[in-house]
Structures are given as C-alpha cells and as structure tokens.
Nanobody, 115 residues
Framework: QVQLVESGGGLVQPGGSLRLTCTAS????????MGWYRQAPGKQRELVAT???????TYADSVKGRFTISRDNAKSTVYLQMNSLKPEDTANYYC?????????WGQGTQVTVSS
C-alpha cells in the first residue's frame, strides 16, 4: 500500500520560514519524481516545486528564490524549505509521487501565513 505522509505545516508570520516533510512508503522512492503542490480555498491546485529522480528541479515563478525542494532517497523523504513566506502562500500543501503512468498523492498539510 502506497502512503505519502506530509508534516511540518502550521501558522507562521509573514517573512517566516517552514519546512515541509513528506515520507513515502510502498514505492521505489528513488525512481519517482517527487513534487509539492498547493491549493488555496476557491483556487485550483498548482505546482510549487518538483524534483526528478536525477534531482532536476522545477519551481513555480511565485516561489523561485524563496522555496527549495530536496530529497533524501535513503529516508524516502522529500522536503520543501519555505523562506520569506507571504500571506499568498497560504494553502494546503500536497506531496505527489509520479513515475510513468503512476501518480500518488498525500493528504496535505495546511500552511497559514498571517500576522
């Protein structure tokens, strides 16, 4: 059974930082592209950052220079370091694992940026 479990969300003030963690089980993690997506109320889910098995990264323009995705294959874990957070970063953040036609999602972790 495949599971993606996110953690690390919470309430943070503008300008603050958070690190999200997603730990996978039931997949050959090393071979998967891992990604973070987010969905704010009333909006569509959008890509935040992805990292391929070869560690090639992509970022949404809105987070470039502020967010960093990384992975630890030995721990089957992907991270999202979020710095200089803004109120518009408020959303539910989801972890995704994908390989060929296979896609798995986590349940999400809420990030709220507010003073």
């Amino acid at each position: 059974q495949v599971q993606l479990v996110e953690s690390g969300g919470g309430l943070v003030q503008p300008g603050g930082s958070l690190r999200l963690t997603c730990t996978a089980s039931g997949i050959s993690f090393t071979f998967y592209t891992m990604g973070w997506y987010r969905q704010a109320p009333g909006k569509q889910r959008e890509l935040v950052a992805t990292m391929t098995s070869g560690e090639f990264t992509t970022y949404a323009d809105s987070v470039k220079g502020r967010f960093t995705i990384s992975r630890d294959n030995a721990k089957s874990t992907v991270y999202l370091q979020m710095n200089s957070l803004k109120p518009e970063d408020t959303a539910n953040y989801y972890c995704r694992a994908s390989r060929a036609s296979l896609t798995y999602w986590g349940q999400g972790t809420q990030v709220t940026v507010s003073s």
